[in-house]
């Protein structure tokens, strides 16, 4: 599925933002579970290493103990002499009755001669390395006895050895009492040593067990008919392969770098000088120029020697066994690995004599000889991968050595016990070398081709993948993936772009070749004769019969995938899975809080607005030239601006914190440096694919109109309030209805009142007159109980009072894209049958969701998951929401969203929370005061806290807020707003601030005075 290979990556998606969120869900559930299963597990793992620690040291301890009965047995230490002769005289009179002790020592294959000078038989061809009771010692205490027969051979052979140095029958009689007396000692102890070993391999198998690969069947030997087949092409092929889009990819493909003459003198003409790839700069460290651009030689000075950075142009392509038989270089066929997990069993088991630099190079061959025998459908045989590395040993001018051999015997000793803990898997079907000469450093493999598209047709399939796999029930299986990023080089002119090359169904034998750790090739994105290609080289010398692998450096957002993509490299440096995550909590924990949700609807809208300067530095930073920037419309060009104003924000801010988080040294600079350059290129990486997407369906839309735009007040006060007798208003259908329902008449007759007045203002004075209603409203619902949910409705009034900014969505015209053709799911071990064809469906939200959602890819219809974002964010919950009792209430965060502000806020000031909140509406208008705080910067960071000023009895205090931020946001004066509230002084008390009065407005005053007066003398 899709995952990401740039420079190698890759990347998974998702289909819709249900399956996100299920998956996030279950993600968390994994994670809480494994913090848990960690905090315990840190614990337990102490005990058991600490048992592990007691266990082994007492099994080896108890071992040592037959050292020990032996030397009790014998007095004059015969077992630790070299030469016996000194002792010929002390054994001279030791007479005994001797037995035929001595063909327990020797196997049963050996023929006997009598030695005329010792009177003894003596084996012929007898050879032993083991001489004294010390060697044996020794092997003792480097472990390199793990079962009973192992100790017992090479006690006979050590006793054997002796034996065949003995002068005379009396120092073989005393030989012979010293094995009779100490014999039946020796085996209680064997015996119990064979109980306490079995506990020890017990333990060694328990240890990282998370990086096993689980399978009920094993081993899993994959069927002729289950490897992929591939038609074989000979260059890239254009997915959709129709017009436009085929001249669009060619000239993706096209470069006008052109390389300069080279010198006959030039390192291009050997390979061995050419230098090597440096993976920082994503460079070659060569002395020819061409080589250090990335650019393949057209000509050189004076001289007709066969360039060798001309391999793609040229051809010079490795041969493949299919085509060329016995005179090829490589060979397509099944290749095998070990997880970490038997990595590190095979490290413990390993003779302790043996450092660890000796048993890593050990692994190394151990992995070479897994895939070297005849016989690869045995390939999962650890056993015979050690014969084999045991019988080449004893060949001469061998790359295996007696130390190779005693390790691999060691193995094959531990298997007898426990053979659970040396599985080794299959890969599928890989690229092994059968050049018997090897394939030297910077040779080109071959070029990575592929079927390629364009980002925006790349993420349709991964879209239609899953929801074929969705439709089959395969969603929680990690398929197969060949994709790789080609990128542009930088330095182009016309700037950085992407394009997806996808060899599954088309392509050549690079698809064949596996992951690894430490990896022998890699692909190195070319330009040959003006077009970029994905040469694949060796990055140094491959050995016959090695496997050639290169790392996919592939990412998923899923810890789910995460986990199912254990690594069977077996390397030192294995990172245990081949997938890393990109979506870490640390790795995304500053875009979560300097870009979050309502942050990022705040750009866009902006951007919209054309409220944004373009920086076109930024853009000549990143390399964003014309090659992205063509057919973008200014409000996008705006967006992005911002966009790379964040990622460098962000690049700053990680930089600082990986600093202060590790202890610095020049390792810990360069590598924080390398993680926060890899972060920065995800980033532009996502924005570029996210760009591709936007531009494309504004093309198939036929609309440059930007995703949002601003509400007029006009159309806001329709919205407001009941126009043209329509039942679609927020105050006259959805607030009275409700009061209605509940009896509330003074409120009722205050909206009706409002209603009546309002035409008699302009309207912006309109507006504010709506807002001091919402206020109102607000306070009088606490004035008193209701049995419906009163508190959330006050709340939200309030809310809308200080809420100036309304926007809407721009409706663009949907459609359908071009059908994906019929896919044949068997090749990546999905579905084995054709599914049907179809287009994926855009909808006019898709623009909007797709740019908030810039950074992942992961969600196949960023329009649906924007719509769960927006509840409590951009949007407020609908009035019918509060028609509920407060038996109802919710009093835990158990159905709390996690996005939705309103809850929150909600808990906060009451401390209870909604069960539902009905965020279906027919309005087209979005807008709350949570946008209002990021978007109206001018307002200051304190203006949410200000505006929800909590005071149940006086209303004074929230009105205050309201004159403050009314003058700040519109600069309306305070005498207007004063007279608005005159509609509200007959019907509700509310005790207004004190005001400057003039002289005119004073007489009035007194002037009704004395006319009250006069009344009450009347009457």
């Not at 592990?52 to 030397?71: C, N, P, S």
């Amino acid at each position: 599925m899709s995952l990401k290979r740039a420079k190698g990556n890759k990347t998974k998606q998702s289909s819709s933002a249900e399956e996100e969120k299920k998956s996030d869900s279950i993600s968390k559930q994994i994670k809480k579970q494994r913090k848990k299963n960690n905090n315990v597990g840190i614990i337990e793992n102490k005990k058991k290493a600490k048992m592990q620690e007691f266990q082994r040291e007492d099994a080896w301890k108890h071992l040592e103990t037959i050292a020990d009965l032996l030397v009790q047995s014998d007095p004059y230490n015969i077992l630790n002499n070299e030469e016996l002769s000194t002792l010929i005289q002390i054994l001279e009179n030791y007479e005994r009755d001797p037995k035929e002790y001595y063909k327990e020592w020797f196997d049963e294959e050996y023929e006997y001669q009598f030695d005329e000078t010792t009177q003894l038989k003596k084996p012929i061809n007898f050879r032993s390395n083991l001489y004294n009771l010390n060697q044996f010692r020794k092997r003792v205490q480097y472990r390199y006895y793990w079962d009973i027969q192992a100790i017992i051979k090479d006690l006979h052979k050590l006793f054997g050895n002796i034996y065949m140095r003995c002068k005379n029958q009396q120092s073989y009689y005393y030989l012979s009492k010293v094995w009779e007396d100490a014999k039946p000692k020796i085996r209680s102890v064997i015996q119990k040593f064979s109980e306490q070993i079995k506990e020890e391999v017990h333990n060694i198998l328990q240890l990282k067990t998370e990086y096993k690969i689980s399978s009920k069947i094993w081993p899993v030997i994959p069927e002729k008919k289950e490897i992929r087949t591939y038609i074989e092409i000979q260059d890239y092929e254009p997915n959709p392969n129709e017009e436009p889009h085929i001249s669009q990819i060619k000239e993706k493909l096209s470069s006008k770098k052109v390389p300069i003459k080279c010198k006959n003198d030039c390192v291009c003409f050997d390979l061995n000088r050419m230098g090597t790839f440096n993976y920082s700069e994503i460079t070659w460290d060569s002395e020819c120029p061409n080589r250090r651009n990335r650019i393949e030689c057209k000509e050189h000075e004076g001289t007709d020697k066969t360039c060798l950075n001309m391999q793609i142009q040229l051809k010079q392509y490795l041969t493949n066994r299919i085509n060329f038989g016995d005179n090829a270089d490589v060979e397509e066929t099944l290749c095998w690995g070990i997880d970490v997990y038997t990595r590190n069993v095979i490290m413990n088991i390993l003779p302790l004599d043996y450092d660890e630099q000796q048993k890593n190079l050990f692994i190394e061959k151990l992995i070479l000889a897994i895939n070297r025998p005849n016989d690869k459908q045995r390939g999962y045989d650890m056993g015979l991968a050690c014969d084999y590395i045991i019988k080449e040993s004893r060949m001469i001018s061998s790359y295996y050595n007696k130390d190779d051999r005693k390790m691999a015997k060691q193995i094959k000793r531990v298997i007898k016990l426990d053979g659970g803990g040396f599985r080794i898997h299959t890969k599928g079907c890989g690229l092994v070398c059968v050049n018997k000469f090897g394939i030297k450093t910077n040779s080109l493999i071959i070029p990575y081709l592929g079927e390629i598209y364009q980002p925006w047709r790349w993420y349709e399939k991964q879209d239609f993948i899953k929801k074929q796999m969705k439709e089959f029930n395969k969603k929680d299986i990690l398929p197969d993936f060949y994709n790789i990023m080609l990128d542009k080089h930088p330095d182009e002119d016309d700037g950085m772009d992407i394009l997806f090359v996808d060899p599954i169904n088309k392509g050549n034998f690079s698809s064949r070749l596996s992951h690894s750790c430490n990896p022998n090739c890699g692909t190195v994105t070319t330009v040959s004769n003006g077009t970029y290609v994905i040469g694949m080289y060796a990055m140094r010398n491959i050995q016959y019969g090695e496997e050639l692998t290169f790392d996919y450096c592939s990412f998923t957002e899923s810890k789910q995938e995460q986990l199912q993509a254990l690594c069977l490299c077996g390397s030192l440096n294995c990172r245990k899975y081949y997938l890393e995550l990109s979506n870490q909590r640390e790795y995304n924990a500053i875009l979560d809080r300097n870009h979050c949700f309502i942050k990022r609807n705040a750009i866009l809208f902006n951007a919209c607005l054309d409220n944004i300067k373009i920086d076109e530095s930024l853009f000549n930073k990143h390399k964003i030239r014309s090659s992205l920037l063509t057919a973008c419309p200014f409000w996008l060009k705006s967006w992005i601006s911002q966009l790379l104003k964040f990622i460098d924000e962000e690049y700053l801010i990680y930089k600082t914190e990986l600093d202060t988080k590790f202890v610095l040294n020049e390792e810990t600079q360069n590598w924080n440096l390398f993680t926060v350059q890899q972060h920065s290129e995800e980033r532009i990486q996502n924005l570029i694919f996210t760009l591709d997407k936007i531009k494309f369906f504004l093309k198939q839309s036929d609309s440059v109109e930007p995703p949002l735009s601003k509400i007029s007040n006009e159309d806001l006060i329709m919205n407001f309030w009941r126009i043209n007798n329509s039942n679609d208003s927020l105050l006259q259908n959805d607030v009275y209805q409700l009061f209605q329902k509940f009896g509330l008449k003074k409120l009722m007759e205050l909206i009706t009142h409002i209603s009546e007045k309002r035409h008699l203002y302009e309207i912006q004075e309109q507006l504010i007159l709506t807002r001091l209603l919402f206020l109102v409203l607000s306070h009088l619902l606490l004035q008193q109980k209701h049995s419906f949910q009163y508190e959330g409705l006050s709340l939200m009034l309030q809310m809308m009072a200080f809420t100036y900014t309304y926007f809407k969505a721009t409706e663009y015209k949907g459609f359908q894209s071009f059908p994906m053709e019929d896919l044949e799911w068997g090749k990546v071990g999905l579905i084995k049958k054709k599914c049907k064809v179809e287009g994926k469906i855009y909808s006019s939200l898709f623009v909007w969701g797709q740019l908030v959602g810039w950074y992942k890819q992961t969600v196949a219809t960023p329009q649906i998951s924007l719509s769960v974002d927006r509840r409590g964010t951009l949007l407020y919950p609908q009035i019918c929401s509060f028609d509920i009792s407060g038996e109802k209430q919710v009093s835990s965060l158990q159905d709390k969203c996690k996005t939705d502000y309103f809850q929150k806020q909600l808990e906060k000031r009451f401390n209870i929370i909604v069960g539902e909140l009905n965020y279906k509406t027919n309005q087209k208008y979005f807008g709350t005061i949570f946008f209002e705080q990021i978007y109206s910067k001018e307002l200051g960071s304190e203006f949410l806290d200000r505006a929800l000023i909590y005071d149940k009895k006086d209303f004074n205090i929230k009105f205050k807020q309201f004159l403050k931020y009314e003058k700040i946001k519109f600069n309306h004066s305070s005498d207007k707003i004063y007279k608005l509230m005159d509609n509200f002084k007959n019907l509700i008390q509310v005790q207004l601030p004190k005001q400057k009065l003039n002289k005119k407005q004073m007489e009035e005053i007194k002037s009704e005075e004395r006319h009250k007066e006069d009344q009450k003398e009347n009457a």
